[in-house]
């Protein structure tokens, strides 16, 4: 079993930048991948970014160039470093980890971008 928790979300202007962290625990050896979903009202949740073990990573058209995804693997966590946002990019952000056949899901949190 894997827990994750998130942390980082909020509310910021357009333009501006938020860094999500998502931590991991418990049977973490078995995570291969981790990454970002996100989900605004009456959407379907959508795939942000992502980062495979052995260091390959993945984005959505819609954040290339503007978001990026690491992570520390000595701490087990996951960072999303989202610059330039835009109020499209309003959602709920949930980050996941799979591996060994199974997947699991943080909590998720708000970030939120006036314009």
């Known amino acids: 079993q894997v827990h994750l928790v998130e942390s980082g979300g909020g509310l910021v202007q357009a333009g501006g930048s938020l860094r999500l962290s998502c931590a991991a625990s418990?049977?973490?050896?078995?995570?291969?991948?981790m990454g970002w979903y996100r989900q605004a009202p009456g959407k379907q949740r959508e795939l942000v970014a992502t980062?495979?073990?052995?260091?390959?990573?993945d984005y959505a058209d819609s954040v290339k160039g503007r978001f990026t995804i690491s992570r520390d693997n000595a701490k087990n966590t996951v960072y999303l470093q989202m610059n330039s946002l835009k109020p499209e990019d309003s959602a709920v952000y949930y980050c996941?980890?799979?591996?060994?056949?199974?997947?699991?899901w943080g909590q998720g949190t708000q970030v939120t971008v006036s314009s």
């Open positions: 996941y980890a799979s591996g060994m056949g199974f997947g699991y």
């Open positions: 418990g049977s973490t050896f078995s995570i291969n991948a």
């Open positions: 980062s495979v073990s052995g260091g390959s990573t």
